[in-house]
Nanobody
Framework: QVQLVESGGGLVQPGGSLRLSCAAS????????IGWFRQAPGKDREGVSC????????YYIESVKGRFTISRDNAKNTVYLQMNSLKLEDTAVYYC?????????????????????WGKGILVTVSS
């Protein structure tokens, strides 16, 4: 049984930083695509960043490029999202999600309905 548990959210001022963690268990197949999605009030859920556990290929949406970094620690079965230079518009519930294998990190981030497993989400609030 796959479980994804997010942590690290909270309240931060504009320009600040947070690191989200996604602790995964039950991922027993050869590789997965794991991603961070977010949903702001009144908006659709969008893929923010995705990474392959096979080769660490990663994808970012344009609005977070240069500010967010996704990484993985296979030994700890954990995927991180380092978020720097946070903006008001980054406020959202952030979800960790996983999909068995590919086809690609870009595809996974652009197709939330293609993700097989989801965490419960964690709130990130950027406010002064």
């Amino acid at each position: 049984q796959v479980q994804l548990v997010e942590s690290g959210g909270g309240l931060v001022q504009p320009g600040g930083s947070l690191r989200l963690s996604c602790a995964a268990s039950g991922l027993t197949e050869d590789y997965y695509t794991i991603g961070w999605f977010r949903q702001a009030p009144g908006k659709d859920r969008e893929g923010v960043s995705c990474i392959s556990t096979k080769d660490s290929r990663s994808y970012y949406i344009e609005s977070v490029k240069g500010r967010f970094t996704i990484s993985r620690d296979n030994a700890k079965n954990t995927v991180y999202l380092q978020m720097n230079s946070l903006k008001l518009e980054d406020t959202a519930v952030y979800y960790c999600a996983a999909r068995l294998r590919g086809p690609s990190v870009a595809w996974a981030c652009g197709n939330r309905y293609g993700m097989d497993y989801w965490g419960k989400g964690i709130l990130v609030t950027v406010s002064s």
